[in-house]
């Protein structure tokens, strides 16, 4: 069984945008806030905990700004949670040492030698800040854009057609089950903006529904209602969103039940998945309405493309700087501390029941 991967949240046109606050509120779990500054072992620190699990205990988070890295692993048995707590995605203790504690890589740094570098390291982190600063303006160019799209498909959607077909597919897939209350739907970050371009993780043991929709519009309504007809039969649901767009829109589902995954093709995403199941959306919209609106929507479609890419290279600008800014505190952390924190937490989280 291999363990679900996703993002902690992802870029947006007000800036990082993420669920992951309410997995935190979630007091089943024990949380432990990571704090410290970039290159202090934080991922890393993730890494070796879960290197230390069974796939299937766990679920792994990657970071939107380098996807290489780890910004959150939750221990579904264990019920234990180790998050990256800085920024862009701040987290601080709700319930201090009953649900959530701080755990600060902080003291196992030189502050001496990062205090003779303050000119260098404020120079580097305003870099950074303008590249993401671009990257949201590039955004919310790309989410106008998407949204003159999407209310051309608002406009020639047939709603009961598709409604039809949704309330078809899940009879056909999702049999009522007896006795069992309202499933929980939950948020699971799927695709995120990274420098590497827009990314999703597709679960690997999971049949691929393939909704390829190029007005955005329809695929919304059928994963909402879907996503709400699984869970009063019973069946719990991880949703992701799209977060490039002004409005949360829905743009997958997982059913874990079931083993199924409902991905959205898009103009923004450019997915592309092999898959016996493709659902082409063209279907339920009025074929007159979109050949009145085609040259527009093919405007839209290379807009798109071209804010999306040079986001992307914002990203990419924004890495250099923050790789920059980790030698600086790579050479002020003592990483056999680090270690030590390691070995500490992987043996408390093991002893647990």
Same mark, same amino acid.
């Given at each position: 069984?291999?363990?679900?991967?996703?993002?902690?949240?992802?870029?947006?046109?007000?800036?990082?945008?993420?669920?992951?606050?309410?997995?935190?509120?979630?007091?089943?779990?024990?949380?432990?806030?990571?704090?410290?500054?970039?290159?202090?072992?934080?991922?890393?620190?993730?890494?070796?905990?879960?290197?230390?699990?069974?796939?299937?205990?766990?679920?792994?988070?990657?970071?939107?700004?380098?996807?290489?890295?780890?910004?959150?692993?939750?221990?579904?048995?264990?019920?234990?949670?180790?998050?990256?707590?800085?920024?862009?995605?701040?987290?601080?203790?709700?319930?201090?040492?009953?649900?959530?504690?701080?755990?600060?890589?902080?003291?196992?740094?030189?502050?001496?030698?990062?205090?003779?570098?303050?000119?260098?390291?404020?120079?580097?982190?305003?870099?950074?800040?303008?590249?993401?600063?671009?990257?949201?303006?590039?955004?919310?160019?790309?989410?106008?854009?998407?949204?003159?799209?999407?209310?051309?498909?608002?406009?020639?959607?047939?709603?009961?057609?598709?409604?039809?077909?949704?309330?078809?597919?899940?009879?056909?897939?999702?049999?009522?089950?007896?006795?069992?209350?309202?499933?929980?739907?939950?948020?699971?970050? $799927?695709?995120? $903006?990274?420098?590497?371009?827009?990314?999703?993780?597709?679960?690997?043991?999971?049949?691929?529904?393939?909704?390829?929709?190029?007005?955005?519009?329809?695929?919304?309504?059928?994963?909402?209602?879907?996503?709400?007809?699984?869970?009063?039969?019973?069946?719990?649901?991880?949703?992701?969103?799209?977060?490039?767009?002004?409005?949360?829109?829905?743009?997958?589902? $997982?059913?874990?039940?079931?083993?199924?995954?409902?991905?959205?093709?898009?103009?923004?995403?450019?997915?592309?998945?092999?898959?016996?199941?493709?659902?082409?959306?063209?279907?339920?919209?009025?074929?007159?309405?979109?050949?009145?609106?085609?040259?527009?929507?093919?405007?839209?479609?290379?807009?798109?493309?071209?804010?999306?890419?040079?986001?992307?290279?914002?990203?990419?600008?924004?890495?250099?700087?923050?790789?920059? $800014?980790?030698?600086?505190?790579?050479?002020?952390?003592?990483?056999?501390?680090?270690?030590?924190?390691?070995?500490?937490?992987?043996?408390?989280?093991?002893?647990?029941?």
């Amino acid at each position: 069984m291999n363990c679900l991967k996703c993002f902690l949240g992802g870029s947006s046109p007000k800036g990082f945008r993420t669920h992951f606050g309410e997995t935190i509120a979630d007091t089943g779990y024990y949380t432990y806030i990571i704090k410290g500054g970039p290159g202090t072992g934080k991922s890393t620190l993730m890494k070796r905990l879960a290197e230390a699990f069974p796939d299937d205990e766990k679920e792994l988070y990657q970071c939107s700004s380098d996807p290489d890295s780890l910004d959150a692993v939750v221990f579904k048995e264990k019920r234990v949670i180790f998050v990256d707590g800085t920024a862009p995605h701040v987290f601080d203790p709700e319930y201090p040492g009953a649900a959530q504690q701080i755990l600060d890589l902080g003291v196992c740094w030189d502050a001496s030698f990062l205090k003779e570098n303050k000119e260098e390291i404020i120079s580097v982190t305003s870099e950074y800040l303008r590249h993401h600063a671009s990257c949201r303006r590039f955004i919310t160019a790309l989410a106008a854009v998407t949204e003159d799209t999407c209310q051309v498909g608002r406009t020639a959607l047939n709603e009961e057609k598709l409604d039809g077909f949704t309330e078809r597919l899940a009879a056909k897939l999702m049999p009522r089950k007896k006795g069992a209350g309202e499933g929980k739907i939950e948020f699971r970050q $799927l695709s995120a $903006l990274t420098p590497k371009g827009y990314l999703t993780n597709v679960p690997e043991d999971y049949a691929v529904y393939l909704l390829c929709d190029n007005c955005f519009a329809g695929s919304d309504i059928f994963l909402r209602r879907f996503a709400d007809i699984a869970s009063s039969r019973g069946y719990g649901v991880s949703v992701s969103v799209c977060t490039l767009r002004n409005e949360e829109s829905f743009e997958h589902i $997982l059913i874990p039940e079931l083993k199924t995954a409902f991905l959205t093709a898009s103009p923004l995403n450019a997915l592309s998945v092999e898959t016996k199941q493709p659902i082409n959306f063209r279907r339920f919209y009025d074929k007159g309405t979109l050949i009145a609106k085609k040259a527009r929507l093919k405007f839209n479609e290379a807009a798109l493309k071209n804010l999306r890419d040079e986001a992307v290279k914002s990203l990419v600008n924004a890495k250099a700087e923050h790789d920059r $800014l980790e030698e600086y505190y790579i050479e002020a952390v003592d990483f056999d501390s680090v270690q030590r924190i390691q070995y500490d937490m992987i043996s408390k989280i093991k002893g647990m029941g």
